[in-house]
């Protein structure tokens, strides 16, 4: 059963902007994180923007990779179950697919494999040509 899907990727031109997103079907762990990973061929995934909703240890708020600090957004539209990342000034290096995920904690920076998110999007690709 998919519960995270995501749409938006495209190929785009250096500094331009897209906006990814990633309809939440009913994963029970939307509530608490929910996150978006990149990943390039051969490499783990990695956290590039977060946004969590406070409850007990879990801070409240967004938390961004310095790679996309400034340039990239996260936010979420509670009522439609949808998640977004706003994505300006594309650089080459933004080149990979972008997974939604969420759970009960979600940490900017490279995934352990060893602790995968509870819930995970198959991706949308994103290229960014110079």
């Known amino acids: 059963q998919v519960q995270l899907e995501e749409s938006g990727g495209d190929s785009v031109q250096a500094g331009e902007s897209l906006r990814l997103s990633c309809v939440d079907s009913?994963?029970?762990?939307?509530?608490?994180?929910m996150g978006w990973f990149r990943q390039v061929p051969g490499k783990q995934p990695v956290g590039v923007a977060t946004i969590c909703t406070g409850t007990g240890t879990i801070r409240d708020g967004t938390k961004y990779d310095e790679s996309v600090m400034g340039r990239f957004i996260i936010s979420k539209d509670i009522d439609k179950n949808v998640l977004f990342l706003e994505m300006n000034n594309l650089k080459p290096d933004d080149t990979a697919l972008y997974h939604c995920a969420a759970d009960l904690v979600l940490r900017i920076g490279p995934l352990d494999p060893n602790f995968p998110p509870r819930s995970w999007g198959q991706g949308t690709q994103v290229t960014v040509s110079s």
């Open positions: 009913g994963s029970i762990y939307s509530k608490f994180c």
